[in-house]
């Protein structure tokens, strides 16, 4: 029996810390379900969670850590789920991994200054950071590359998350996949 391609899209969020990445794949996750039967989300933050946090933050750690991510997302959207994943993937290195294993990509970069994202500092690493309790901070002591080629922009720290997930909509409609 002859398998039919049932891949389905990986919407990938990219940005650092507390720039809006969960928030907007929640989002996106919520509005794909009301199309799709199923839609899985895989967060970075969680995945590591899952893992017992297993990994620390060094440039091997965090490429170990993407490698698992990527891994689940490619999986699930071979099965035909449309998947939302909200990681940091600091580097060009790590978005190329991504665009190479992932066949229907979709990269949102959420794009907000260090000074917005420290002052919304929901997980406290800012703070810890300024204490010196946290070292590896992406866009601190540690580099984030600006994507260069995203799909999508959103300014998350000058935009409303309304004018944010309009743009993402509005996308999504134009490549038939909402």
Known sequence: MEKKNVTAWVIWFTGISASGKTTLGTLVKKELEKKYKIVEMLDG?????????????????????LKRIMFGAALVAKNGVPTVVACI??????????????????????????????????KGHYAKYKLGKLHHVIGLDDKYDIPRHPDLICETDIETVEESFSKIKNLLSKKGIL
């Open 89 to 122: 993937t600091p580097t060009y290195q790590m978005r190329n991994l991504v665009r190479k294993k992932i066949t229907k990509y979709i990269e949102i970069y959420c794009k907000a200054s260090i000074e917005k994202v420290m002052e919304r500092d929901p």
């Open 45 to 65: 933050d969680v995945t590591r969670h899952f893992f017992e946090n297993d990994l620390g933050y060094s440039e091997n750690d965090r490429m170990t850590s």
